[in-house]
C-alpha cells in the first residue's frame, strides 16, 4: 500500500506564508506526477500546482507567482511554499500522486486545512 501524509497546514492572516509538506510511503518503484489540489467549502476540487518527475511545473492562473511547488525525489517528498496568502485560498490541501506499482496508480493524501483569515 502506499500513504501520502501531509503537514504544514493551519491558520495564517493576508499576507502571510505557508508551507506544506506531502511525504510518500511503502512499496512502490517509483513516482511520475506529485501535486497539490484543493477544495474551498462549497466548492469543487481544484489543481493548484504539480510537478513531474523531471521538474516541469503547472500551476493555476490563481496562485502563478504566490505559490511554488518543490520536491525532493530522494525523500519522495513534496512542497508547496504558499506565499501572499489571500482569504480565498482558504481549503483543505490534498496532495497527489501517480506511483508506479505494478501499474501506474493515483493516490490522494487526507487532507490539510489551510485558513486565510486575520
Known amino acids: 500500500q502506499v500513504q501520502l501524509v501531509e503537514s504544514g497546514g493551519g491558520l495564517v492572516p493576508p499576507g502571510g506564508s505557508l508551507r506544506l509538506s506531502c511525504t510518500a510511503s511503502?512499496?512502490?518503484?517509483?513516482?511520475?506526477?506529485m501535486g497539490w489540489y484543493r477544495q474551498a467549502s462549497g466548492k469543487e476540487r481544484e489543481l493548484v500546482a504539480s510537478?513531474?518527475?523531471?521538474?516541469?511545473?503547472i500551476y493555476a492562473d490563481s496562485v502563478k507567482d504566490r505559490f511554488t511547488i518543490s520536491r525532493d525525489k530522494a525523500k519522495n517528498t513534496v512542497s508547496l511554499q504558499m506565499n501572499s496568502l489571500k482569504p480565498e485560498d482558504t481549503a483543505v490541501y490534498y496532495c497527489?500522486?501517480?506511483?508506479?506499482?505494478?501499474?501506474?496508480?493515483?493516490?490522494w493524501g487526507q487532507g490539510t486545512q489551510v485558513t486565510v483569515s486575520s
Open positions: 510537478i513531474t518527475s523531471g521538474g516541469s511545473t
Open positions: 511503502g512499496s512502490f518503484f517509483s513516482i511520475n506526477t
Open positions: 497527489n500522486a501517480d506511483v508506479l506499482r505494478l501499474g501506474l496508480l493515483n493516490y
